[in-house]
């Protein structure tokens, strides 16, 4: 069904069903977005539906789109299954990540192939996907959650990092690109984020809460990169460290 009468702007967000995912998500909403949500699992996305329900006050509309992104062959159904619906999209967040950990000396091509199938070959899927409606809308935005590992990597994150960078990468690409429309792209890479991928990593004895980036501190950055508020640093990537 498209509900094409709504004026409300449309975002799509991966790795919807948790962490910086789901504090995106409820910042889009209380900014009057309705949401894509994609990600594995649907009872994951089910839960920050709910979420979005209390903290929007029930007003933003949302759609959950349940798709493995590292299999490519499902890119052109999320896109396709969110236009449908609502006959626009306008924002596009890549936050869905693999993150295996593995020393330099145990890499395999496995590994290197599920890195980058999630990390950069989805997202530039999407991104190729979406760049016709962009450009027949004259409007688009891309903010791509990258990570300082691409700076300085935890020991161990060698393909994660270098997936990152290839990321960060695209958001360059798709300025030097987007001279048809009017299309921004933004890369947030923050350090350590209290999420569950970070304590399956890490212990909090060895990094302690105190030391870590709450999820709502990137989010509210995506949401001021969305709304134009940062547009001085539309085709960088923006580091978030803690205070």
């Not at 995912?21 to 089910?46: F, N």
């Not at 360059?172 to 890479?189: H, K, L, V």
Request: with cysteine; aromatic share 6%; charged share 15%.
């Amino acid at each position: 069904m498209v509900e094409s009468a709504s004026k409300s702007p449309v975002a799509i967000v991966t790795g919807a069903g948790g962490g910086i995912g789901t504090a995106i998500c409820i910042e889009l909403a209380k900014a009057g977005y309705h949401i894509s949500l994609v990600g594995r699992s649907e009872t994951s996305l089910q839960a920050t539906v709910n979420e979005i329900a209390v903290c929007s006050g029930n007003m933003a509309q949302t759609l959950v789109v349940p798709a493995d992104l590292s299999d490519h062959h499902q890119i052109t159904n999320i896109v396709q299954t969110t236009y449908q619906h609502w006959d626009k999209i306008d924002v596009l967040i890549n936050n869905a990540a693999a993150c295996p950990n593995f020393p330099i000396d145990q890499t395999t091509i496995q590994e290197l192939q599920g890195a980058f199938a999630l990390n950069y070959f989805a997202p530039a899927l999407l991104v190729a996907e979406l760049w016709p409606i962009f450009v027949q809308q004259d409007f688009g935005c891309v903010i791509n959650i990258s990570s300082i590992a691409t700076v300085d990597p935890f020991p161990g994150l060698s393909m994660y990092a270098a997936s990152k960078s290839a990321m960060e990468s695209l958001t360059r690409s798709i300025i030097n690109e987007a001279s048809e429309a009017d299309i921004t792209s933004y890369s947030i890479a923050p350090g350590a984020v209290e999420t569950s991928m970070l304590r399956s990593l890490i212990s909090v004895d060895d990094l302690p809460t105190d030391k870590t980036l709450n999820p709502a501190t990137v989010a509210s950055v995506v949401l001021d990169c969305v709304l134009g508020r940062r547009k001085s640093d539309n085709g960088k990537t923006i580091v978030l460290e803690k205070a």
